[in-house]
């Protein structure tokens, strides 16, 4: 880790919220009662009979699970005489084709009959009993038999905790732990299955092919505990890399093996895969990773498009390869992807090896998506292809038509260029998976989650009309559990609900049978606000949007841009300014259509709030349900105060410009828009002792915004308030207006350093 971050630190909060018992207090309602005709009371009492499932591993960890829900969520005591619940064993013969997590569960007056096929289906049969527990709020179970299974059988996720990337260290080499047991609890019972964790494959394999491109020794112990930890709640671990990686200048293994250098480019040298060493070095460390973590469930590999890796991963400088500029790019990707399965099967594992690809070209924007089928067309048919959902995909929005380059809750998707992807896996043979984007996005990454489970159902439904059957479904922020998680686990399963009965299910789940129609009707007028979202990487990347109401409100210039991303934190680990160039911010729109598009989505999003609060009524004691309600009210305070910073620095600009008759106005106006991002600061900041995670981006490692950062934004528009006052009165000047935000750090006289604490 960098030496400025301490773990867990101010991250604490978080931390310990996900290590909180699942099952820490009662749910159980006194006044409600079983129907007499569709309904089976356990409130006398239960007996689990776990029959062919008896020496399977890791059943101790969920029937622990289960009585414990039973004793603290339900008040039931398991007994001799109890209702039986009896866990049979069924055949391969019994499940559908291509349904895996296969079970059925049958409830009469006598017993609870529940068929797995293994402990993946036992494990979605048990915790459906205990949701419908939950969403009575009592003992009680439906009669009836209900078959399920999913053909979406990898769903992928990712710790919120774990660091990666902005120099917050590589997690399997540092000692903590981020994945407290019941953190995998909760996933497990929302339906995620896989967690997938960063690693640079030469820190971690050694290799005996190219023993200078490895350590000595193998690293890959911790590992191997946090497979050995998530397996027992069904969660399966997979390393994301980014192989062949390009080397450092300077690397002792170009020096010992000049041939295995590609092209050099701004980093080092990138490995070129038309040498048969490197090939061999490939295969060698799969068979190696696999053979030391056999319980390593896959491998998911950028192998273009992302960070340097081999000559085509740009064409640009394949040409500059005496060897690859000879041969087809997609002879030499196919051929360096099948080294990767060669190597897993050599170690007897019948692991997944996912490529993905953002594209294959210069730029995603412009890059077609042919080449990337041609490399499809001749690998092998054991790679899985891992395809984004929504890059290619066109919105109309602000009356303009705009492109999605990014993962997006707000695009419904899919894009064109995956609906080709489809299209070439069912030619081939190939399994396709879709990367999505269901807990939060970079549209605002710096909430937990964005309640808009109807969407995540739409994204599901259609992906699997495509033939999908697996998702990566979070690159690095996104993975805290959340309303949004548990959709996953709903979607994914046959026979799927009607929406409406699919966002009752989980709101009755989430809030109770009392509250669900208000809940599922809120979900769906945030998921129409959502889809108005003004989309452009330019929003979402370099605008406002992120740090929320603490972002400060300046009337001189800032000089200084927030790189790489306007989140809060370079990629050096050091506070951003308040960048204030709105013209990098607007994309294809202007400040006014952002400042309105995004405050028409707060006053939608409103009605949808107040749906909640009518239902946090009827809910009762429901403690957690508040932080519900934090997060869809922080987000409303994100619309409205990225459109006061839009509209107040479109305003300032203009001022220089505008007619001295009409300056006065224009100031007005200036005023009301910072008093307004005043309050809002100050709602956010009571927000934040609800809802602790709110401000956490997962990718700084940091938070965009928090209490602190909120009181100094207040501070600052404050203390710029009287300015605008005295210059609505006698006019402006100028030279403020010229002057940086630096030199006005220091010129200005009336900065209080004991109020500010300098």
């Known amino acids: 880790m960098h030496p400025k971050i301490v773990f867990p630190g101010d991250l604490a909060p978080i931390v310990e919220d996900l290590a909180s018992p699942l099952h820490a207090r009662s749910l159980r309602d006194p006044n409600r009662e079983p129907d007499a005709v569709t309904e089976v009371p356990l409130a006398g009492g239960y007996i689990v009979d776990a029959g062919g499932f008896k020496e399977e591993a890791h059943l101790d960890v969920l029937l622990s699970d289960f009585r414990e829900f039973m004793a603290v969520a339900m008040e039931v005591a398991e007994t001799p005489d109890g209702y039986p ?61 209900t078959e399920r299974s999913t053909a979406l059988a990898t769903r992928i996720i990712r710790s919120p905790i774990a660091p990666y990337r902005w120099l917050s260290g590589w997690e399997l080499t540092d000692p903590h732990d981020y994945y407290p047991d019941e953190y995998l609890k909760r996933l497990s019972h929302d339906g995620i299955n896989g967690l997938w964790i960063p690693g640079l494959l030469r820190q971690l394999v050694a290799s005996k092919t190219i023993p200078e491109m490895g350590p000595p020794e193998h690293r890959l112990d911790k590992l191997n505990a946090i497979i050995a930890k998530a397996a027992r709640y069904g969660i399966r671990i997979y390393l994301f890399c980014i192989e062949p990686r390009a080397l450092p200048d300077g690397h002792p293994a170009v020096a010992a093996h000049p041939e295995i250098a590609g092209p050099r480019i701004a980093l080092g040298d990138l490995l070129c895969t038309s040498e048969p060493l490197v090939l061999e070095y490939v295969r060698d460390i799969m068979r190696a990773l696999f053979t030391e973590a056999p319980g390593l469930a896959g491998v998911i590999n950028i192998f273009c498009g992302e960070r340097p890796t081999t000559c085509h991963w740009r064409e640009q400088d394949a040409e500059k390869c005496p060897k690859c500029s000879r041969r087809s790019q997609a002879d030499v990707l196919s051929e360096s992807l099948d080294a990767f399965v060669e190597g897993i099967r050599a170690a007897g594992s019948d692991a997944e090896f996912m490529a993905w690809s953002y594209f294959i070209g210069k730029n995603r924007a412009t890059s077609p998506i042919a080449p990337l089928l041609k490399v499809m067309e001749k690998v092998d048919r054991r790679v899985i292809w891992l395809g984004n959902f929504e890059h290619g995909c066109e919105k109309r929005l602000c009356g303009k038509q705009v492109k999605i380059h990014e993962y997006s809750l707000s695009c419904m998707g899919p894009s064109g260029d995956f609906r080709d992807l489809a299209q070439e896996a069912k030619g081939t043979g190939h399994t396709l998976y879709a990367k999505l984007q269901v807990g939060t996005s970079y549209e605002l990454s710096s909430v937990p989650h964005i309640p808009v489970p109807g969407i995540v159902y739409e994204k599901l439904r259609t992906a699997r009309e495509l033939g999908v059957t697996g998702s990566m479904m979070t690159w690095v922020p996104g993975g805290f559990p959340s309303p949004m998680l548990r959709a996953v686990g709903e979607a994914a399963f046959h026979p799927t609900d009607s929406l409406d009965a699919f966002l009752g299910r ?74 204030d160039r709105i013209s990098r911010w607007v994309g294809p729109y202007t400040p006014a259509e952002i400042s309105g598009a995004f405050r028409d989505m707060a006053e939608r999003w ?44 479109a305003l300032r600009d203009s001022l220089l410009e505008t007619q001295t008759a009409e300056r006065p106005g224009v100031l007005k106006r200036m005023q009301e828009v910072a008093r307004d991002d005043v309050r809002l600061a100050t709602e956010m900041k009571d927000l934040l002792a609800v809802e602790p995670r709110l401000g956490f981006e997962s990718e700084i490692f940091d938070f965009s915004y928090s209490k602190s950062l909120l009181e100094e934004k207040v501070l600052q528009v404050e203390d710029m308030l009287p300015t605008l006052e005295r210059w609505e009165r006698e006019g402006i000047e100028p030279e403020v207006l010229e002057r940086t935000v630096e030199e006005a750090e220091w010129l200005r006289p009336d900065r209080d350093p004991d109020r500010w604490g300098d």
């Not at 527990?133 to 009836?144: K, N």
């Not at 979402?540 to 790489?564: S, V």
């Not at 949808?608 to 997060?631: F, M, T, Y």
């Open 85 to 145: 619940i009896r866990l049979t064993r069924g055949s391969p013969a019994q499940r559908p084709q291509n349904g895996a997590e296969w079970h059925r569960i049958t409830i009469d007056r006598k017993e609870c009959r529940i068929v797995a096929e293994d402990m993946d289906g036992l494990r979605r049969a048990v915790f459906r009993l205990q949701d419908e527990m939950i969403l009575r709020r009592a003992p009680i179970l439906p009669l009836g038999e």
């Open 606 to 649: 409103q009605h949808g709030l107040d749906l909640l609060a009518s239902a946090r009524k009827a809910a009762g004691e429901e403690p957690d349900l508040d932080r519900q309600i934090a997060v869809a009210s922080a987000i409303r305070l994100h619309f409205l105060s990225a459109a006061n910073v839009y509209e107040f620095y």
């Open 506 to 579: 989980i709101a009755a789940i989430e809030w109770g049978e009392k509250a669900a129609k208000d809940v599922a009707e809120a979900w769906k007028i945030f998921a129409d606000a959502w889809q108005r979202y003004p989309f452009d990487c330019e929003v979402l990347y370099w605008g406002p949007i992120t740090r929320g109401p603490a972002y400060q409100l300046h009337l001189e210039r800032e000089e200084r841009l927030a790189k790489p991303y306007n989140w809060g934190y370079t990629r050096k680990r050091i506070p951003q300014p308040w960048e």
